[in-house]
Nanobody, 129 residues
Framework: QVQLVESGGGLVQTGSSLRLSCSAF????????MGWFRQAPGKERVFVAA??????????YYADAMKGRFTISRDNAKNTIYLQMNSLKPEDTAVYYC????????????????????WGKGTLVTVSS
């Protein structure tokens, strides 16, 4: 069992940067690929980014809309992953969720439908215009 706790959300202005954290509590953190999803008000949850297992070279996936602005990383010593978000826009406003999964297949992460085992409760990011 793994518990995921997100933090770092808040209210920021357009163009600002924010770093989200997701701390994992439980066993075998390194055995999970980790990632972020977000859900804007009135919309479905969508994939943001993912990073592979601890023993790999830190391979990453990004949704096309986030490439170049968002960076995912993991600190295995702290059982934590991060999402650095730069040049934030009002359309980035959403609840951001952390996920842990046994899959490293892109389609699993892109859809969020399979291979993802644990979810956090989310942290709200609001970007004002």
């Amino acid at each position: 069992q793994v518990q995921l706790v997100e933090s770092g959300g808040g209210l920021v202005q357009t163009g600002s940067s924010l770093r989200l954290s997701c701390s994992a509590f439980g066993r075998n953190f390194g055995n999970y690929a980790m990632g972020w999803f977000r859900q804007a008000p009135g919309k479905e949850r969508v994939f943001v980014a993912a990073i592979s297992f601890s023993w790999t070279a830190g391979s990453t996936y990004y949704a096309d809309a986030m490439k170049g602005r968002f960076t995912i990383s993991r600190d295995n010593a702290k059982n934590t992953i991060y999402l650095q978000m730069n040049s934030l826009k009002p359309e980035d406003t959403a609840v951001y969720y952390c996920a842990a999964g046994h899959s490293w297949i892109y389609s699993d992460w892109a859809t969020g439908d399979y291979g993802l085992d644990y979810w956090g409760k989310g942290t709200l990011v609001t970007v004002s215009s």
